[in-house]
T-cell receptor, first 115, second 112 residues
Framework: DAGVIQSPRHEVTEMGQEVTLRCKPISGHNSLFWYRQTMMRGLELLIYFNNNVPIDDSGMPEDRFSAKMPNASFSTLKIQPSEPRDSAVYFC?????????????FGEGSWLTVV | QKEVEQDPGPLSVPEGAIVSLNCTYSNSAFQYFMWYRQYSRKGPELLMYTYSSGNKEDGRFTAQVDKSSKYISLFIRDSQPSDSATYLCAMSGGTSYGKLTFGQGTILTVHP
């Protein structure tokens, strides 16, 4: 299996611009997660979907952030407008809900820099 | 106070040493306990997972969970330079079943 695929791997954008991060989960997985990682706060869950439905978005920082999962094989995380404090690594992860241990598989991350 | 506490280190040990990494947590509903390893500029990868209390061994790695103390550990025997990475503990269960709560991560360097 190719694993969780994220794009872009790196993005540098100017403050105020819209940023869209994309994710393709592992085929057959029915749960998808968006995490953000920074030095100060570590790994934080932003939102997770089960069977394409958002289950918990309590980690989404504010209205500038939105996430969608139109089908089982694709999800987006959008930031509009972006701000310098959004600079971080954004990870997408997936799992088969109900699988023992809920072992979650991460993508390589999207490295976002907002200047 | 964070739900999961992990000393960020950094931890530096000589090759061949036994490494002990630890996390404490406050949510008694956590049932699944995991250790992830993250190499520089890569995503976290699952190293070990344990359900409830007890020990689990996999090669040079041993995971321990003590639910009564809300304390989990990862031991690495005969550490190698290739073990140099950030180690993150993660937990799930109870009302948070389906999502992981991570520790801050401990940066480990094993020098030859």
């Amino acid at each position: 299996d190719a694993g969780v695929i994220q794009s872009p791997r790196h993005e540098v954008t100017e403050m105020g611009q819209e940023v869209t991060l994309r994710c393709k989960p592992i085929s057959g997985h029915n749960s998808l997660f968006w995490y953000r990682q920074t030095m100060m706060r570590g790994l934080e869950l932003l939102i997770y979907f089960n069977n394409n439905v958002p289950i918990d978005d309590s980690g989404m920082p504010e209205d500038r952030f939105s996430a969608k999962m139109p089908n089982a094989s694709f999800s987006t995380l959008k930031i509009q407008p972006s701000e310098p404090r959004d600079s971080a690594v954004y990870f997408c992860a997936s799992t088969l809900h109900g699988q023992a241990g809920n072992t979650i598989y991460f993508g390589e991350g999207s490295w976002l820099t907002v200047v | 106070q964070k739900e999961v506490e992990q000393d960020p280190g950094p931890l530096s040990v000589p090759e061949g040493a036994i490494v002990s990494l630890n996390c404490t947590y406050s949510n008694s509903a956590f049932q699944y306990f995991m250790w992830y390893r993250q190499y520089s500029r890569k995503g976290p990868e699952l190293l070990m997972y344990t359900y409830s209390s007890g020990n689990k061994e996999d090669g040079r790695f041993t995971a321990q969970v003590d639910k009564s103390s809300k304390y989990i550990s990862l031991f690495i025997r005969d550490s190698q330079p290739s073990d140099s990475a950030t180690y993150l503990c993660a937990m799930s269960g109870g009302t948070s079943y389906g999502k992981l709560t991570f520790g801050q991560g401990t940066i480990l360097t094993v020098h030859p």
